[in-house]
């Protein structure tokens, strides 16, 4: 062999190759690295990566999973009081809800990103299909297969190439799609289960984009209403109040509720449970324009008011307290709000600020019990939930109160450690202890101060969420549409002329296990159960 011929091409001693396979020699410029993918190539890797179904699923897991913070962390939106109260109960993670936005979660940079980034993998995942699944329902199905005797449920029936006519109008009414080839006709239907699979992911990304964009035009507020007392839909008229990213004051519909009435049904026939609440109604009067209606409002039954939905969310006791000063001037008569601290029997704790009106500034902090009853230890704790025996117990300070600070301070805590004790706790004097109606003198000649009565409050939620009607409908679409990818079935039956003889055979684009079924359904229409080729014969040509 002269020095200029090319060596043979090395013979492949790999069993699984044909035996005349030979191994093309390699280039040397590819021999050593792999090529290099340049920035276009990491580009088309990296969209590649993003838009397939794998990440899709991985990206939507975590989108659940990211949820889980904003159910378990009280949030700013919904409840800004258990915020100030979850920092205040945990000054050492109040780094790390800042740090991961968890008082935020909806609205954070990290939930952003996966929900932009899932919604970006799905159009990548749907477009593409789209258009595959249109050229598929345009085409025609695929030409007969040589050997039928591979497929599923093959078998044979009396007939010649003149009835392949019949059994073209046969498949035609069972619902196939049908083409000639030859001596053969190829049929397939299901097609709607690709198209089933491609609306459930159109309905998915519908789903997202309705929620990402439509509750940034809602809004929710929350205003706790004292008997006999109302607010307007305005954003003052809030305690608390959260828009969208889009929200418009000039939006809010012009609308006043008044509650007028709070029942609340107990248990009191049970000796396990009595106490426990059964019912709550909220009585109020509704003004629209000049119309006022009156309604009701239930926990789990909320009122639709111009286009906004009203809930019960909470209830609890407001005291009437009056403070009159040495002089007898009322320098305070309000009913103040007292936060439940046990919902069974409703024992509450409440405070009242008096910064003007008396010669020093006044601080009253104490518990309201519905039905006081005394302790072995001497307190007083609450036995039933409901005003039995109304009693309230108030501790006195003076000094700063800390409001003018600059500090916002909340309506619901007393920060006493700049205080000096007037009335219970560490102070001489024991702590106010009155009943509805009863005038206790403060210490040091400061006035007096009077237990007038007591009167139920509620928290009305009114909530817009402009994505409740298409959200509902998209999802009913989006069970549909996922019910109908699972469970029609995709295959191809096909039926050719062989002499005498019509072979007949399937094959499923997926789990199908109907099909076989289906090719013995065939087999009758066109031969009769009569004519179909015996099991133990079919099975013999096929194992050959």
């Not at 205003?223 to 307007?232: I, K, P, Q, W, Y």
């Not at 403070?323 to 009242?352: K, N």
């Not at 004097?429 to 006035?447: I, K, R, S, W």
């Not at 019509?502 to 684009?509: N, V």
């Amino acid at each position: 062999m002269s020095p200029s011929s090319s060596p043979a091409p090395e013979r492949s001693s790999d069993p699984l190759r044909p035996r005349d396979h030979f191994d093309s020699p390699v280039p040397a410029e590819r021999s050593g690295s792999g090529p290099k993918l340049g920035l276009s190539g990491w580009l088309r890797f990296g969209w590649r990566q993003l838009t397939s179904m794998r990440t899709a699923i991985v990206l939507l897991l975590l989108l659940a999973v990211g949820a889980i913070p904003g159910s378990l962390v009280p949030q700013r939106s919904s409840d800004p009081n258990g915020v100030i109260q979850v920092r205040a109960d945990n000054p050492e993670l109040v780094w790390l809800y800042d740090a991961l936005s968890l008082h935020d979660v909806y609205s954070s940079p990290w939930f952003s990103a996966i929900y932009v980034l899932l919604f970006t993998s799905l159009v990548g995942c749907v477009i593409p299909r789209l258009a595959h699944h249109w050229k598929a329902m345009r085409a025609q199905p695929p030409r007969t297969p040589s050997r039928l005797s591979r497929l599923v449920g093959f078998q044979t029936v009396a007939g010649t190439a003149s009835d392949l006519d019949r059994a073209d109008g046969v498949l035609r009414r069972l619902g196939y799609r049908t083409a000639r080839y030859g001596e053969s006709v190829s049929a397939e239907r299901g097609y709607l289960r690709e198209s089933g699979n491609l609306l459930f992911h159109i309905s998915l990304l519908a789903l997202i984009l309705v929620v990402g964009l439509g509750s940034g035009f809602g809004y929710n507020g929350q205003r706790l209403l004292v008997e006999g007392r109302g607010f307007a839909n305005s954003l003052s008229s809030y305690d608390t109040f959260s828009g969208g990213q889009w929200f418009d004051e000039a939006s809010l519909p012009p609308f006043a509720v008044q509650l007028d009435d709070l029942d609340v049904v107990y248990e009191t026939s049970n000796p396990d449970a009595i106490g426990a609440p059964l019912d709550f109604t909220a009585s109020v009067s509704v003004t629209e324009g000049d119309a006022t209606r009156e309604a009701q409002i239930k926990v789990n039954q909320p009122l639709s008011v111009a286009g906004a939905d009203l809930y019960l969310i909470s209830n609890g006791y407001a005291p009437r307290i009056s403070v009159r000063d040495a002089a007898g001037d009322v320098v305070y008569d309000e009913y103040t709000p007292f936060l439940a601290q046990d919902d069974p029997m409703m024992t509450s704790l409440g405070v009242i600020k008096l910064p003007d009106g008396l010669e020093q500034q006044l601080g009253l902090r104490g518990f309201f019990y519905p039905t006081a009853v005394p302790l072995d230890t001497g307190a007083l704790a609450s036995g039933y939930p409901d005003l039995a025996n109304p009693v309230l117990s108030l501790q006195a300070f003076t000094g700063d109160l800390g409001l003018n600070g600059g500090i916002p301070r909340s309506v619901y805590t007393l920060d006493t450690d700049e205080m000096t004790p007037l009335a219970g706790g560490d102070a001489e004097a024991g702590a106010l202890t009155m009943v509805p109606g009863q005038t206790l003198e403060l210490p040091d000649g400061l006035g007096s101060i009077t237990f007038e009565d007591v009167r139920r409050y509620g928290v009305i939620d009114v909530h817009v969420d402009h994505t409740q009607t298409p959200v509902f409908w998209i999802t009913m679409v989006l069970v549909g549409s996922l019910l109908g990818s699972l469970l029609i079935p995709r295959r191809r039956l096909w039926v050719k002329a062989v002499g005498d003889r019509l072979e007949l055979a399937g094959l499923a684009r997926g789990e199908d296990p109907t099909l076989e079924r289906a090719v013995d359904d065939l087999a009758k229409r066109l031969g009769g159960a009569d004519a179909a080729e015996p099991t133990a014969e079919r099975e013999r040509r096929i194992d050959s």
